[in-house]
């Protein structure tokens, strides 16, 4: 189980920041893979970012130079640093977490291939 730290989500205007936090209660993090997806209303759940054991990063086009995943393994988090926001940001964000890095062959965007999932925070944007 990945837990959403709070605070991270909540309200901004557009061009601010905010940065989300996912903490994993295992005492391998060191070898997960985590990703970042959201989902708008109406919308179906999207991939944003996420990073390997390695701390190699991939980003959807849409967030690529405004967002950045971090971990710190000796917190046991992930972090989304999330600049320049916009209005179509607004989402609710979920963290995952794969045991054993993430998904091969470029399926780090695929949702069923992480094993666990935070609860979920609310991210909006304001114009």
């Known amino acids: 189980q990945v837990q959403s730290v709070e605070p991270g989500g909540g309200l901004v205007q557009a061009g601010g920041s905010l940065r989300l936090s996912c903490v994993v209660p295992?005492?391998?993090?060191?070898?997960?893979?985590m990703g970042w997806f959201r989902q708008a209303p109406g919308k179906e759940r999207e991939f944003v970012a996420a990073i390997d054991w390695n701390t190699a990063t991939v980003y959807a086009d849409s967030v690529k130079g405004r967002f950045t995943c971090t971990r710190d393994n000796t917190k046991n988090t992930a972090y989304l640093q999330m600049d320049s926001l916009k209005s179509e940001d607004t989402a609710v964000y979920y963290c995952?977490?794969?045991?054993?890095?993430?998904?091969?062959?470029?399926?780090?965007?695929?949702?069923?291939?992480?094993?666990?999932w935070g609860q979920g925070t609310q991210v909006t944007v304001s114009s």
């Open positions: 295992a005492r391998t993090f060191a070898n997960y893979g």
């Open positions: 995952a977490a794969r045991s054993w890095g993430l998904p091969n062959g470029g399926n780090y965007y695929n949702a069923a291939m992480y094993d666990y």
